[in-house]
């Protein structure tokens, strides 16, 4: 094999990629990314020594999140960038290194190769790309928990990205995410410390979604219940893609007044749900469905599409002049706009420029979609949601949600959201929405059927919400709620909203539409026994195990 993939849900034969990625990228791109990881794991063994000496290392801190983020799935397929990255990490773990040998702290004589690696030249670092793999691994078991535990971490990665943007850092955070990234360089570590690593790594995981929505809502408000357009009007526009609300915040503000509207597309949906953003006359709607149906709705689109994080599939090169890329994005022969500098805005100068010069957007669809129903929200509607339980108007909440993926398979949720009975109300975040946000599923005493918290982050919105209805139901337990959960994930993200819940002690998780393949049969046996985890059946089986009979 010329690669080893297997950190998403459609893995080839749900094993893993061993050719190219399903998501588009190739073996370079893939064997690079992972020597992206080794290296980052060399910086984070020595900033791990570092926090617990109280030494600071923010630029440590700033490395290992940036590095992580660019390796998720669909975020960057850019090699030189990655390579420069590389480069980076080792000047960034030689920097660290050095300032605990000047603070004299005592560094083991026996270091792990991942904090040892020295690759000068771009040959170099090719050729030792292929010394990365996860495969190196020889135990499965604990291969499959140091993956789960990598995985949890590159989610965290993103979500700390977005805080970080605006302004939101905490330290315990930034500790946690080094150490376990140093735990996962031992090899005599033990499958017992490494099931109370991922468990720390979902209660860590906590603690970055509360960081990130109190970023969010700090700097935009609390998200309401909005309607959303979802056709178009007839000037030129930008299409805006990934979840980073500081880059949403910075493109309104300098397309303002330029008769350049701007669409949200996929995960930057819920940005129309905040209050600060309703204030701009050329925010107009959202464009489209989930990620992977881009190809051909981009091609509609007609205007430039900006990509702020991942979720990015490869060009064609039909339309692929009209992409720019930012942050941890990245695609070779795209535009990438820098990051900011000394605290000044990003400049999107000139894709505001390209989209003065393109026709207006294809219309490929019309009406209204509601969303907005993130915590705060909710906890409004509280009174009316306790009456309708207690009266029976609602039988259940079903969390549906999690991510969406090209495959046939996921048609499921769509079959199953069709099929819940009509005093059943459904909890989502995430592009999982997409399979049935457009659906007439009606609303109960008012209260829509589809509650919509945001992006796959304001999954700790359904958590907070969760929680509250406990208390407020006085129960001594979250999994006496009549609450159900069949979650669709594709990407790391999920797998660290996944570890959160575990964290918070909500059992019986459905996941779909695949377990992870990087979970062994071992490992699969644990959360089976302990947290009650099981795969999706088919619709009219999960909906007797889940709904009638639960």
């Not at 910075?250 to 007044?257: S, V």
């Not at 609602?394 to 499921?412: H, L, P, T, W």
């Not at 026994?529 to 009979?549: C, H, P, Q, R, Y």
């Amino acid at each position: 094999m010329s690669m080893f993939c297997f950190q998403c849900q459609e893995t080839v034969r749900n094993v893993a990629c061993t050719v190219r990625g399903v998501c588009g990228k190739t073996e370079d791109v893939s064997n690079l990314q992972d020597l992206l990881i080794f290296v980052s794991k060399g910086v984070s063994y020595f900033a791990h020594i570092a926090h617990q000496q109280n030494i600071p290392c923010d630029f440590a801190d700033t490395f290992m999140f940036e590095a992580l983020f660019m390796t998720i799935t669909n975020a960057n397929f850019n090699d030189s960038i990655i390579i420069e990255k590389i480069k980076e990490g080792q000047k960034v773990r030689e920097q660290i290194k050095n300032i605990l040998e000047t603070h004299t702290v005592n560094i083991p004589e026996s270091l792990p190769k991942e904090a040892t690696l020295t690759s000068t030249t771009d040959e170099q670092i090719i050729a030792n790309s292929l010394l990365a793999s996860i495969l190196n691994e020889q135990n499965e078991d604990v291969r499959s928990l140091k993956s789960l535990i990598l995985f949890g971490v590159k989610g965290m990665a993103a979500y700390v990205e977005h805080a970080h943007n605006l302004g939101k850092r905490k330290k315990s955070s930034f500790a946690f995410m080094h150490k376990a990234l140093s735990e996962t360089t031992r090899t005599d570590i033990t499958v017992d410390e490494l099931v109370a690593l991922t468990h720390e790594c979902g209660l860590y995981g906590v603690e970055v979604m509360e960081l990130l929505d109190n970023a969010n809502t700090s700097a935009y408000g609390n998200p309401v219940a909005t309607k959303v357009n979802i056709g178009v009007k007839n000037n030129p526009a930008i299409l805006i893609s990934g979840h980073d609300l500081k880059d949403m915040e910075e493109l309104l503000i300098q397309t303002e007044g330029t008769g350049v509207d701007v669409y949200t597309h996929s995960e930057m949906l819920p940005a129309h749900y905040y209050p600060a953003f309703k204030k701009y006359s050329h925010f107009v709607g959202n464009y489209g469905n989930a990620w992977w149906k881009q190809k051909e709705e981009f091609e509609s689109f007609n205007g430039p599409i900006l990509f702020t994080t991942n979720c990015l599939v490869p060009p064609n090169e039909t339309y692929k002049n009209r992409v720019y890329t930012t942050g941890a994005s990245g695609f070779k022969g795209c535009i990438h706009i820098p990051d900011r500098v000394e605290g000044k805005a990003k400049d999107f100068s000139q894709i505001i420029a390209h989209a003065k010069t393109l026709p207006a957007p294809t219309e490929i669809e019309s009406g209204e979609i509601i969303g907005g129903y993130a915590h705060n929200q909710v906890m409004q509607l509280a009174d009316p949601i306790v009456d309708a339980v207690k009266s029976g108007a609602i039988r259940k909440f079903v969390v549906m949600a999690g991510c969406d993926g090209r495959m046939k398979s996921r048609e499921y949720y769509t079959e199953f959201a069709k099929k819940l009975p009509q005093d059943v109300v459904i909890l989502t975040a995430g592009c999982a929405k997409y399979r049935y946000n457009k659906l007439e599923l009606g609303s109960i005493n008012g209260i829509p059927r589809v509650l919509d918290a945001g992006q796959c982050n304001d999954s700790y919105s359904l958590a907070v919400i969760a929680l509250k209805l406990k208390e407020i139901f006085n129960l001594h337990d979250v999994n006496e709620l009549p609450l159900v959960y069949n979650i669709a994930w594709y990407e790391q993200k999920a797998i660290i909203v996944f570890l959160a819940l575990l964290s918070l002690g909500i059992k019986n998780i459905h996941i779909g539409p695949t377990l992870p393949a990087f979970l062994s049969p071992n490992i699969t046996k644990i959360l089976v026994e302990k947290f009650g985890i099981a795969s999706i059946d088919t619709v009219d089986e999960d909906m007797k195990n889940l709904i009638e009979n639960n």
